[in-house]
């Protein structure tokens, strides 16, 4: 399946997502306001490094292998019930901790012991939340767009019903308690769908793991557990330093654009999940992959720079719309965010690419000296330019990300 014809039928998902996101944006700029935001923040940080630990961080090496073993059922099989045994054990294991130290959480990511019924929530849905994820996965693997594409709109929905509704009747609780269910409810829709695939069978999923294939499946843990651990980390810091010198209120602003950023690069993120990383799967010489690269940054890149002069130009609106008046001094930070984005989508390609390759200490490396890099970065442009300097660290990072990414990616050394 080409990179269009994806895209294609990727784009009623994305678009309502999207949109769902940008009207996320806009109830949550009215019933929680900008210091409400950096709470969302540090609460959506939280879940994502807790549940790549409740699913031994494991699906993007379920949808890796279940692309690379397209002509072998019986190994597919293999794969998803070691995958199913090892998300099953290790949510519920993680779901116990959450329940147990849900005090202790909402003291270090939100200030606040009163938000410890938050976590108790997340604890209690946590298993369904990464079933749901496990499943998406291996519909990805499968290139199964259609159902993979039905799920995420599902998804999108609940996201914006729930919340929505939350956020209007409990304010800043509802709404994050909305953000550590959601997911989990739309389980149902994705278990549905899956099970009138021909391929789908729930006893696919449960029996004994398979050591050799945990064992393959180690290596994009480690990749996604780094993940998970060092970018919402280094964003905890940068919230913490932007709330401790220049207040709730500026971090929220930044949250608010880190957001936004999030609504409109979806629409080629979201692909780009779909699409790469079985393709890269496949491909097996330098040749063939560098040939994909510049297939893809042909579409890509020419995307992102005309979404972002278009952004630009249309700032005020956007924040007007989208936001509220009380956000009007994040206008000021557009410029360097939409350039950051423009590298960030460069290097990501690249990325894809180790991680397709299965290079994951280049990978871990870069993960953890990058993550903290933005951190440094923030601190020292923060000094000089206040709340700007945190979009210039942006922009500046992935600059260099994408440099040393675009070297390692194509040492000819790595192909075999």
Known sequence: MTLVKTSLLNGIAVLVKMITLLGLNKILALYVGPSGYAAMGQFQNAVQMITTFASGAINTGVTKYTAEHFDAPEKQQTLWKTAGMLSLGASIFTSMLIIVFSEQLAEFFLNDKRFAGVFLWFGAT???????????????GKKDISRYVIANIVGSCFALAVTSLMAMTMGLYGALVALAVYQSLSFTVTLFISFRAPWFKCSYFFGAIDRKVALDLAKFSAMALVSALCVPISHVMVRKYLTNDLGQVSAGYWEAMFRFSSAYLIVLTSTLSVYLLPRLSELKSL?????????????????????????????????????????????NLFLWQLVGDFMKIGSWVLGYVMISRAQFKAFVGCEIIFSFSFVLFTMWLGSYYGLVGVVLAHALNYFIYWLVVTILVFRRSWFV
């Not at 369904?128 to 994820?133: E, K, Q, V």
């Not at 499943?135 to 990805?140: C, G, Y």
């Not at 005309?306 to 936001?323: K, P």
């Open 126 to 140: 946590l298993t369904f939340f990464t079933l749901n994820a496990l499943l998406l996965a291996v519909l990805n």
């Open 287 to 331: 040749q063939e992959i560098a040939r994909e690269v510049i297939y893809v940054y042909k579409f890509v890149l020419s995307a992102v720079l005309v979404m972002g002069v278009c952004i630009y130009f249309l700032r005020d609106l956007i924040v007007s719309l989208l936001f509220s008046s009380e956000f009007s001094p994040m206008e």
